[in-house]
């Protein structure tokens, strides 16, 4: 990642965590609003289905005109196996939102690496 004025952000690492245990959609992360912090560097995300028979994911990313962009879309995760779902870092603006779904509820995990971003002085 190259930021041209990143010298001028203050930061702060973090984790998003969730285990599926619907088939629902569910919010991952959201990117801060407000306050000291405005953006997020999402470094990795890592799916675990720990069940012996395989399922699928989806994951999108909502923006802030709640416009919905598929990052993964049926994507098979076979059983018992572990995923990286990023090659590179994926930049959430204030508000957008990661939101992930399972075809089979109780056998998903999945953990996000974060580096939040705010203005410094």
């Given amino acids: 990642m190259h930021l041209a004025s990143k010298d001028q952000y203050i930061q702060r690492a973090t984790n998003s965590k969730v285990y599926l245990t619907s088939t629902g959609v569910t919010t991952f992360y959201t990117a801060p609003t407000g306050g000291d912090f405005d953006f997020a560097v999402i470094e990795s995300i890592i799916a675990c289905n720990n069940n012996a ?69």
């Fill in 53 to 121: 028979s395989q399922t699928t994911i989806n994951l999108t990313l909502t923006d802030t005109s709640s416009n919905v962009f598929s990052l993964y879309d049926g994507f098979v995760m076979a059983a018992d196996t572990t995923h990286e779902l990023l090659n590179r870092n994926l930049i959430l603006t204030a508000g957008e939102i990661l939101k992930i779904t399972a075809a089979d509820a109780n056998r998903i995990y999945a953990v996000a690496s974060i580096v939040e971003y705010g203005k410094g002085d």
